[in-house]
Nanobody, 121 residues
Framework: VQLVESGGGLVQFGGSLRVSCVAS????????LGWHRQAPGKERELVAV???????????SAKGRFTISRDSARDNVKNTVALQMNSLKPEDTAVYYC????????????WGRGIQVTVSS
């Protein structure tokens, strides 16, 4: 399993940003994909999840502002999960990580390297 993030960068307060993750080596019908983030000096937190059945979950801090979506490649080899972030706040500043876990597991055992998102006030 390989997860590679892209997007991110610097945006002003109230702006929007989209981060994407290309997931390869797994079948999305069997995996749950999620976005986590870690701000300086804080623990990593789960932000949004898209399950194998298409259902989604959001942290309270992300509800109404973030949207997680997934595009399945025709050959099911490479798939993309994206996180659209709107109405960004300085407290959203963090390194954002794409992660995957098998639908029968509770452990996130595949991680991307992370990508920086910075929101200026």
């Amino acid at each position: 399993v390989q997860l590679v993030e892209s997007g991110g960068g610097l945006v002003q307060f109230g702006g929007s940003l989209r981060v994407s993750c290309v997931a390869s080596g797994l079948a999305l019908t069997n995996y749950v994909l999620g976005w986590h983030r870690q701000a300086p000096g804080k623990e990593r937190e789960l932000v949004a999840v898209r399950s194998a059945d298409g259902s989604t979950w959001y942290a309270d801090s992300a509800k109404g502002r973030f949207t997680i979506s997934r595009d399945s490649a025709r050959d099911n080899v490479k798939n993309t999960v994206a996180l659209q972030m709107n109405s960004l706040k300085p407290e959203d500043t963090a390194v954002y990580y794409c992660a995957a876990r098998h639908r029968a597991s509770n452990s996130w055992n595949s991680w991307g390297r992370g990508i920086q998102v910075t929101v200026s006030s």
